[in-house]
């Protein structure tokens, strides 16, 4: 039984974690980490824990949790997993970090985004990036796990078997994306009351959005040359989901046939990317509550460009499901173990 | 291996059915019956279901399926599963009935309110209601079992141990009802648009909805008196869930501690009943996806009265959670097998 | 032209009160009153005003909107408005109250409920209670209008003509009602954060909610005689809207014919009440931008209850509306002057 | 006072086209038409209009019409407009299609994007497509009317200044749009149902959705040369709104200033055109109920690209808004009679 801690527990995605790991039956949560509800029940904060959880809020302290589990996950802002992680705790436990921290690997880069000072530099390199479905041999032996952002996940899957056979002009390559608002958090901010959400849709961080690097730098890695692309996301008035809509230029005329096979190449043996069939556009409401990620693509003729299109739900394969995912390729159990959740409809 | 066969899989119960029965360890789905679909993929119907079901629509055919299955689910309209079940189909498998038809042992009080002959009226005394926290013992020994209805469910068991302890006056009980939308079913009706429901909340069958009858049934047997009372339900813009908000004037004064006691005393070591905290009130976010009924009240000693409530996924313990708990039960399974769900929030 | 003032101007009723004076041809707001934005534009804080307003917010400043408008509405959390009101400020210009501060005659119960002090008194009895269609004559000539709170609007309107009538058992009587989310106002806390919302109802302030004296009182006046109910309020995930159901016992058995006509005499001349035909019940999305109420009833015979039940935009009719309602009677204008607002749907 | 008929008045467009006429004080409407309603009251139909509209839904006949009324709006499915006009009509009422039938010049066109043939080609001539800020002076005296399908709209507003400078290459123009489920119309479709629509987000007709070829026509003329783009709409769990998200690589380093100065230029004598402030985003929020566009954009020197947003209410600046604006135009009244309509929010 692996033993589990979350360093911040009581935000959706640490919460989303929980959910997950309550239903694993290799794994059992040792440690709820939160820096606002110390002391206090855990399911007094999340009342749907109710009679299922029966530990109280920690302290977010990783020395401690080090000796505690054999596996930290940090569900924190930027910055924090990165201040806090150090040889000590290495050596001792793994760690999954669902922050930003160790995903970029040029540390500048992280810092312009950002606008921090990356305060662990020294382990970016050793940092594998938890994409399990293109980094799973490299996850397995990793002491620290950068766990995907949400975003990125959904855009680099839906891409990336076009950008991997050269088949687009990565020079042209736009991504559109729609997110749930439990993708903003749970702070008592103005902006994500319900009344100022609901009824409504606004694009947001245009041209600045974090995910940005994130989303280039992989995709250079699978097209061999470097990436620089527009992203622009979206707030939805929805709960979970996350929507891609990706528009490039061929680099020549392809049927649909060749394009489906790339698809199909990459992904026939992935459980957890569904290659859907002709004609098929992904939607989010097929993938609730699932770590699923649904893909499809349209070619246009008239405008000789491909659409590429991907479904996700934002807290499972875009946080937590992704994170229980790379968690179990650390411990060399079944990928699948906990995670074959079927997509909750309606 | 329990081989099961679903009459009615494409509406949204049916659909849910399948969801849990894939998900549940000891059971499988054999026969997935349609009306509107039959020769279509399941997975092209809901696609959710995609690589998860293979099968394709067949037809919603009771004779044929008692030949090849253990269990039939109904999850159709009224009048449907009576007009069909026959002794040969009782002599070789189970019917778990998700509809009314087997639910009111007065026929003539079910035609009543229906408006629609009973089909199959020699099957009414033997079937069991199956309220698997009351009947527990009588339901493992059915052939027929009548699924509760979702306001049923939920009211019932927010009731049950004020009337059972005869601390409420029946006379004067009240229930106020709230449904998501998914209760409706999946017709196309203008007035189930996704425009005419959003944003907008409204009563419906006003002194006249069809489970009154079956909630004075019930509580009658529990109060030891006939019950007549007001049942007004609500269409509430969202997906899943109901809410009862119940109202009743007390026979006498009562302590907070006495009420409570009552409360856990019935559903004290029942896992799908949580009583929650004092000036706690249910709601329904904490129990979407699962198969919990959260109960709560409270005295208002200005009026006399108290205040019950109680919260519940009207898909799971209001029809396909408690039908796979009525399965466990008939074949001797443990009760939560396949039904160890954690609440999906956000 | 009537001079306005908003105190308290950048919460929603505040908001919603800017918009419906913009659309009248006889006001004009000289002064935008904010706590929390003084000094910023207007339309940054509300965008659906750029380049409608041109004012920067300022002061919550009674003493100087005093010498600058002739009618001053407060939108502020309970106690503000007695806190600064005094005889200066009435005797040059007249004030219409969101707040509950002088809503309710008996002050030892407006403090028991509200748990604060009460810090104007002395202005309680003149202040007259704004509900136009109850007291239009005492309205004409008031200094101070005690606008009625959202839930009694709609509460007191769809009852009044029974309790007047003395037809129901004020005793029975119990008031079940919803909300849209706007009425927990603009202030960033988690319980109002999209996700916690979303997909979700609940009862809240279950025997404790600060309207229950105010309605009783008012109830009180038509019934003739103390009334004592129990209201219970429920959180609806939409923007706008209140619908209130009520149940009571009738003293004697009547017809439709007899009820309908007691409702029909009560608001058959009122343009903002309007008494919906047999057996249709009112729906929040059918006055949703307007100041209409929408009553209507239903006769239960097997349990000798008729269950009253009114829709109403809380924002409009439940505030600004009203308070707009409220001014024109004031200035001697016709009352729908500025209010004849086609309802929006959807 | 100028007469109107409507054929098609209880659609969801249609019914809107009602509420604005009905707060317009120059026009009356004298004729509700309906294909499926005729001879019920139309305040049956939509509850909203109850006490405020007296008539009964009549034929949909176009011949009748133009004896009683000045001005026919037809709210319809495509080809019927087309097959009904006759030059006996057109010689003694105006014309205002809100179908698409006379909106595209090249019939063609028309025909190989919606599949039907053109029933009255003679007429595509000397219809005036009916984008007011743009075609202002040539709609003053047209009989007919081409009213701008929604995303036409929206996107074309959003995006002309650039094309009409020429400062963006029109060969990389990408056009992702969003829009409320209004836009769907109130047919009852499965695929329009509350819980099909909830909670989820999709892109749909991708690659061959009827509104690109209006967009491209309308932009080639801004642009001066032929127009091939990408239009991808996504349909948005709310009711009403359009976002519109564009992306084009610009033909030269631009300031902000100067693409600032474009936009306000081309409208800044433009009520209903509002050009947002620097990085400042539309929303749909802001808008909602009026008749009013925001628009806003982001240059991204990183990738040499703008992005050209822009939001609306589908059902009025959208359909039956600008059908009133165009109506305005053709009968010489001031173009913001009856849509002075501040956004309502929330």
């Not at 600045?208 to 699978?222: D, G, K, M, N, V």
């Not at 020549?252 to 290659?275: A, H, I, N, T, W």
């Not at 060399?332 to 409809?345: A, N, R, S």
Request: charged share 20%; proline share 4%.
């Amino acid at each position: 039984m692996i033993k589990a801690g979350i360093i911040g527990s009581t935000g959706y995605a640490g919460q989303e974690l929980v959910r997950l790991l309550l239903q694993h039956r290799e794994a059992e949560i040792v440690w709820y980490g939160s820096k606002s509800y110390v002391g206090k029940q855990y399911s007094e904060v999340f009342s749907n824990m109710f009679e299922l959880v029966d530990q109280k809020c920690m302290e977010d302290d990783m020395d401690a949790l080090a000796d505690a589990v054999d596996v930290i996950f940090t569900a924190t802002p930027q910055g924090l997993c990165a201040s806090i992680v150090n040889d000590e705790v290495l050596g001792k436990t793994k760690i999954i970090d669902l922050s930003a921290d160790f995903r970029i690997k040029d540390v500048s880069v992280y810092e312009a985004w950002y606008g921090i000072r990356h305060a662990g530099p020294q382990y970016i390199q050793e940092a594998v990036y938890g994409l399990c479905e293109l980094n799973r041999e490299s996850i397995k032996g990793a002491r620290i796990i950068a766990n995907p952002g949400c975003y990125p996940t959904c855009s680099i899957l839906s891409i990336y078997p076009l950008a991997k056979a050269g088949l687009i002009d990565m020079g042209t390559l736009i991504i559109d994306a729609k997110s749930g608002t439990s993708g903003a958090g749970r702070s008592a901010k103005l902006g994500n009351l319900y009344c100022e959400v609901n009824e409504n849709i606004k694009a947001y961080g245009v041209t600045t959005h974090r995910h940005t690097p994130e989303i280039e730098e992989q995709l250079s890695y699978a097209a061999g040359e470097p990436v620089c692309l527009n992203f622009t996301p979206h707030l939805v008035p929805m709960n979970r989901g996350i929507l891609v809509t990706a528009y490039a230029s061929l680099r020549r005329p392809v049927s649909y046939e060749e394009v489906k096979k790339l698809y199909d190449d990459c992904y026939g043996k992935e459980y957890f990317v569904r290659v859907l069939p002709q004609n098929v556009c992904p939607e989010t409401r097929w993938v609730e509550g699932s770590n699923f990620v649904d893909v499809g693509f349209q070619i246009d003729e008239r405008t000789n460009r491909v659409i590429m299109m991907g479904a996700m739900d934002n807290l499972v394969k875009g946080a937590a499901g992704q994170a229980v995912q790379n968690m179990n390729l650390l411990f060399g159990l079944p990928e699948k173990t906990g995670l074959e959740l079927v997509p909750m409809f309606p």
